[in-house]
T-cell receptor, first 114, second 119 residues
C-alpha cells in the first residue's frame, strides 16, 4: 500500500487565520480525498481531489472555506480558512490506488483553535 | 443513498477473548465494498480488512475476520484473541461501485464502536 505523509500532525491556530495541510504520497495515485472528523464523531468527506481538475466538494463544504490544490499525482494540500472554534477537528487525507484496493489514510492533522 | 449503522457505541472484552463488532449497511448498488478501520487515540486511521460484495468467502486477515451476511446486509468484524493494543475506535465503511473503475466514490463511515480490552 502507498505510504502517505501528512503535515503538520497537529497545530494550534488563532481565530481568523488559515492553516494549510499537506499530503504527500510515495506513488502516483489518481484520487485523493480529504476528510474531517469533528470531536467524538465519525469521518465526513470534505472533497475529492483529482489531478488536473477542480476538486469536487461535498454538500456543506465550499471552496472558499476549504480550498484544495492537486498539482501532481503525488501531492495535495487542504487549506482551512478563516478559522473558528468549530473547525477544531482531525483532518485526514486518503488515497485510492488501483481498482480493488482500499483507501489508505495519512496520520491526520489535529487542529485546535484558540 | 448509502448508510452504515454501528449499533454498539462501546464494547468491552477480556484480554485473549474474541469480540464481534456489528455493522449493517444499506445500498441499492449490487457492487460495493465494505471496510473496517481502526483508530487509536492518536488519531490515525488504520485499514484492517475489506470484503467485496461479490466475494464468495468471508475475508480474513490474521486475527481479524469479517462475517459477511449479504442477505442480512451485515458485515461484522470479529477480532480473535484480543490484545490490550486492540483498544481503539473501530469504524465500518462502505464504498459503492467497488471492483470497477476508481470513480472517486466516497467512503461512507458508520459512527464507530469504542472497544476496550481489559487485562
Amino acid at each position: 500500500s502507498a505510504v502517505i505523509s501528512q503535515k503538520p500532525s497537529r497545530d494550534i491556530c488563532q481565530r481568523g487565520t488559515s492553516l494549510t495541510i499537506q499530503c504527500q504520497v510515495d506513488s502516483q495515485v489518481t484520487m485523493m480525498f480529504w476528510y474531517r472528523q469533528q470531536p467524538g464523531q465519525s469521518l465526513t468527506l470534505i472533497a475529492t481531489a483529482n489531478q488536473g481538475s477542480e476538486a469536487t466538494y461535498e454538500s456543506g463544504f465550499v471552496i472558499d472555506k476549504f480550498p484544495i490544490s492537486r498539482p501532481n499525482l503525488t501531492f495535495s494540500t487542504l487549506t482551512v480558512s478563516n478559522l473558528s472554534p468549530e473547525d477544531s477537528s482531525i483532518y485526514l487525507c486518503s488515497v485510492e490506488g488501483v481498482s480493488g484496493q482500499p483507501q489508505h489514510f495519512g496520520d491526520g492533522t489535529r487542529l485546535s483553535i484558540l | 443513498a448509502q448508510k452504515i449503522t454501528q449499533t454498539q457505541p462501546g464494547m468491552f472484552v477480556q484480554e485473549k477473548e474474541a469480540v464481534t463488532l456489528d455493522c449493517t449497511y444499506d445500498t441499492s448498488d449490487p457492487s460495493y465494498g465494505l471496510f473496517w478501520y481502526k483508530q487509536p487515540s492518536s488519531g490515525e486511521m488504520i485499514f484492517l480488512i475489506y470484503q467485496g460484495s461479490y466475494d464468495q468467502q468471508n475475508a480474513t486477515e490474521g486475527r481479524y475476520s469479517l462475517n459477511f451476511q449479504k442477505a442480512r446486509k451485515s458485515a461484522n468484524l470479529v477480532i480473535s484473541a484480543s490484545q490490550l493494543g486492540d483498544s481503539a475506535m473501530y469504524f465500518c465503511a462502505m464504498r459503492e461501485g467497488w471492483g470497477g473503475e476508481t470513480s472517486g466514490s466516497r467512503l461512507t463511515f458508520g459512527e464507530g464502536t469504542q472497544l476496550t480490552v481489559n487485562p
